[in-house]
C-alpha cells in the first residue's frame, strides 16, 4: 500500500522491550473499586443507584448526560459503598464524584445482559444505539464517546474507516498486545464499525516495531477483501490522527476540522474490541487492557484491568518498585499526565502506567533559546514553537495564537529535540488552558449580559402590563361612574312623567271647574 510522507516528527527510544513480550494478565479482584462518573469527553454521567444497593456485573451505575457523555455500568457484582468524592485520575488530584463498590467475589453477570447473533443484520442505528449503551468510548486516550463517531455517517459522506494501531508512544504496548491476541475479535469489531458508519473501504494501520501484530492481524483479515494493512514507519507522532489519515491518503485535514471533512473516521484496535464485546455479547465496557511499565517497576506487564481499580492495587500485582521513580505517569512519556498519587482508580482511557527512575525521565535545567530551530524542524504541524513560545512568555497569547497555538496537537516532539531543554509543551498547555479560560468567562460574561437584557425586558413588560392594567382599570371605573351617574339620573325623569301627566289631566276639569 502507497504511503505518503508527512513533515516533522521524532524518532525517541521506544522502550516497548520491557512489556512488549509479556502476554495480557487478568488482574486479580482488588477489595474496592473506585468508578468516577467522569470518565469521557462531555458531561459527567448521572448516578443511578443509592447507598447499599447490590449489583451485579455491567449494571448500570450512572447515566450519560447529553450526546457527548457516556453511561457507567458495574465492573463486577458487589454492594454500593457510597456515591461521593474521591481523587480524579488528573494531575490536578482534585475530587470528582465517584461511585465506590465493594465485589462480593462473585463477579456474576447481570441477566440482562445478552448480545446479537448477528449484528450485521442491525441497522446503523440500532449498533450505534447498542455501542452508546455500552458505554464505550476511545479507548486510545481519548475518550470521545464511540457512538457520536458512528453517528457522523448522517453528516459527512464517508468512505474510509481507518483503524490506529500504530500506538507511537514509547513504552505503551497494551494494544500491540490485544492484536496479536485477540487479533480475529478486533477484526469482527472493525467490521462492525465499518458496517455501521457504512463504508467499505478499512485500512488498519500498524507501526513496523510490532511485526507480530502485523502478521495476527493480516491473518485475521484475509478472509475480507476490503481490509488492507499499512506498515507504517515507525516515527513519533505516526498516532496522531489527522497525520495518520494524511500518511495512508494523502490528504490535508483542514485546519481544527475532523477527518470527517474528507471522509475518514478513525478508530482504535482497542475500541474495536470493545464493539465486538458489546454486539457480540452484550458486555459494557467495564475493563480495559492497560501496560504497567518502566525501569522502575519490578516485573513489567499488560493487564486486564478492571475499570475503577486503584493504580496501587496494579503496582503491588507488579511486585511494586525496584526503585523510588522519579516520576509516575498515566499514558505515554510524550503526551501522558503526572499521577499525583497511587490512590486514584483506573479509567477508561488510561492505557498505560509508566514508573520512570531519573536516567529515564533525563530532567535538566533550562537554557535560553538558541534560535536553532530544531524544533520548527520536528513539528509535525508546521508550527514555528520558539514564536509561539516567545508571544507567550511575554503574555501575548492572542499573538501565539495568531501563529497556530490552537492547532498543536501537543505532542511534545519540539521539547524532545530542544537543545535548551525548553518546556515548551507545558507553555502551549498553559496557555491553551488560560486561552480556554478567557473563552469561558467572555461566554459567561456574553450569557450574563443575555440574561441581564432579557430579565430588563421583562421587567419593562411587567410594567407595561401592569400600566395597560391600571389604564384599563381605570377606563372600566370611569364607564362604571359615568354608568351609575346615567342610572341615578334616569329615576328622576321617570318620576316627572306621571306629576306631569296627572296635572295635565287634571286642567281640564279644573278648567271646567
Known amino acids: 500500500m502507497k504511503l505518503f510522507?508527512?513533515?516533522?516528527?521524532?524518532?525517541?527510544?521506544?522502550?516497548?522491550?520491557?512489556?512488549?513480550?509479556?502476554?495480557?494478565?487478568?488482574?486479580?479482584?482488588?477489595?474496592?473499586?473506585?468508578?468516577?462518573?467522569?470518565?469521557?469527553?462531555?458531561?459527567?454521567?448521572?448516578?443511578?443507584?443509592?447507598r447499599g444497593q447490590l449489583v451485579a456485573k455491567g449494571d448500570l451505575l450512572a447515566n450519560g448526560q447529553g450526546m457527548i457523555s457516556a453511561p457507567v455500568h458495574a465492573p463486577t457484582s458487589g454492594r454500593i459503598m457510597g456515591v461521593g468524592s474521591y481523587p480524579a485520575h488528573h494531575a490536578s488530584g482534585l475530587s470528582v464524584p465517584t461511585i465506590t463498590l465493594k465485589p462480593d467475589g462473585e463477579d456474576r453477570w447481570a441477566d440482562h445482559i445478552q448480545g446479537v447473533d448477528d449484528p450485521f443484520a442491525l441497522d446503523a442505528d440500532a449498533i450505534a444505539a447498542r455501542v452508546a449503551a455500552a458505554g464505550i468510548v476511545?479507548?486510545?486516550?481519548?475518550?470521545?464517546?464511540?457512538?457520536?463517531?458512528?453517528?457522523?455517517r448522517k453528516k459527512y459522506r464517508l468512505h474510509t474507516l481507518v483503524i490506529n494501531g500504530a500506538e507511537c508512544e514509547p513504552y505503551l504496548t497494551c494494544d500491540d498486545r490485544l492484536m496479536r491476541e485477540r487479533s480475529a475479535d478486533v477484526i469482527d469489531g472493525i467490521r462492525i464499525m465499518?458496517?455501521?458508519?457504512?463504508?467499505?473501504?478499512?485500512?488498519?494501520?500498524?507501526?513496523?516495531?510490532?511485526?507480530?501484530?502485523?502478521?495476527?492481524?493480516?491473518?485475521?483479515?484475509?478472509?475480507?477483501?476490503?481490509?488492507?494493512?499499512?506498515?507504517?514507519?515507525?516515527?513519533?507522532?505516526?498516532?496522531?490522527?489527522?497525520?495518520?489519515?494524511?500518511?495512508?491518503?494523502?490528504?490535508?485535514?483542514?485546519?481544527?476540522?475532523?477527518?470527517a471533512d474528507i471522509g475518514v473516521v478513525v478508530h482504535n484496535p482497542a475500541t474495536a474490541f470493545a464493539v465486538h464485546e458489546a454486539l457480540r455479547y452484550g458486555y459494557p465496557l467495564v475493563a480495559r487492557v492497560v501496560t504497567v511499565t518502566g525501569h522502575a517497576i519490578s516485573r513489567p506487564r499488560?493487564?486486564?484491568?478492571?475499570?475503577?481499580?486503584?493504580?496501587?492495587?496494579?503496582?503491588?500485582?507488579?511486585?511494586?518498585?525496584?526503585?523510588?521513580?522519579?516520576?509516575?505517569?498515566?499514558?505515554?512519556?510524550?503526551m501522558g499526565q503526572p499521577l499525583p498519587s497511587t490512590r486514584v482508580?483506573?479509567?477508561?482511557?488510561?492505557?498505560?502506567?509508566?514508573?520512570?527512575?531519573?536516567?529515564?525521565?533525563n530532567v535538566r535545567d533550562t537554557m535560553p533559546c538558541i534560535r536553532c530551530g530544531s524544533c520548527v524542524q520536528a513539528c509535525p504541524c508546521?508550527?514555528?514553537?520558539?514564536?509561539?513560545?516567545?508571544?507567550?512568555?511575554?503574555?501575548?497569547?492572542?499573538?501565539?495564537?495568531?501563529?497556530?497555538?490552537?492547532?498543536?496537537?501537543?505532542?511534545?516532539?519540539?521539547?524532545?529535540?530542544?537543545?535548551?531543554?525548553?518546556?515548551?509543551?507545558?507553555?502551549?498547555?498553559y496557555a491553551k488552558g488560560d486561552m480556554a479560560a478567557r473563552g469561558r468567562a467572555k461566554q459567561k460574561q456574553a450569557e450574563t449580559k443575555r440574561l441581564a437584557e432579557q430579565r430588563t425586558a421583562r421587567m419593562e413588560a411587567i410594567k407595561a402590563a401592569k400600566r395597560e392594567a391600571m389604564a384599563k382599570r381605570k377606563r372600566e371605573m370611569a364607564a362604571k361612574k359615568k354608568a351609575e351617574a346615567e342610572q341615578a339620573a334616569a329615576p328622576s325623569a321617570h318620576a316627572a312623567t306621571p306629576i306631569a301627566e296627572t296635572l295635565t289631566a287634571e286642567t281640564p276639569a279644573e278648567t271646567e271647574a
Do not use: W
Open 345 to 361: 482508580p483506573m479509567v477508561k482511557g488510561s492505557n498505560g502506567v509508566l514508573a520512570l527512575t531519573a536516567d529515564e525521565t
Open 138 to 152: 476511545g479507548l486510545g486516550g481519548a475518550t470521545f464517546p464511540a457512538a457520536v463517531k458512528l453517528n457522523l
Open 382 to 429: 508546521g508550527l514555528v514553537p520558539l514564536e509561539m513560545a516567545a508571544h507567550i512568555r511575554a503574555g501575548d497569547l492572542e499573538g501565539a495564537v495568531s501563529r497556530g497555538l490552537m492547532d498543536c496537537i501537543g505532542c511534545g516532539s519540539c521539547a524532545y529535540v530542544c537543545p535548551g531543554h525548553i518546556p515548551l509543551v507545558q507553555f502551549f498547555n
Open 194 to 259: 465499518a458496517h455501521a458508519l457504512g463504508v467499505e473501504r478499512i485500512v488498519i494501520g500498524i507501526e513496523n516495531n510490532k511485526p507480530e501484530a502485523q502478521a495476527a492481524m493480516a491473518v485475521a483479515a484475509s478472509e475480507h477483501a476490503n481490509i488492507r494493512i499499512a506498515r507504517l514507519p515507525t516515527r513519533y507522532p505516526m498516532g496522531s490522527e489527522k497525520h495518520l489519515v494524511q500518511t495512508l491518503t494523502g490528504r490535508e485535514t483542514p485546519a481544527r476540522g475532523l477527518t
Open 302 to 334: 499488560n493487564l486486564k484491568v478492571l475499570l475503577g481499580t486503584k493504580v496501587q492495587d496494579i503496582l503491588d500485582y507488579c511486585g511494586g518498585f525496584k526503585v523510588e521513580p522519579e516520576r509516575l505517569i498515566s499514558g505515554g512519556p510524550m
Open 5 to 50: 510522507k508527512i513533515r516533522g516528527g521524532v524518532h525517541p527510544d521506544d522502550r516497548k522491550q520491557l512489556a512488549a513480550g509479556q502476554a495480557i494478565e487478568v488482574l486479580p479482584m482488588p477489595a474496592l473499586l473506585h468508578i468516577p462518573l467522569q470518565q469521557h469527553i462531555g458531561a459527567p454521567a448521572s448516578p443511578a443507584v443509592r
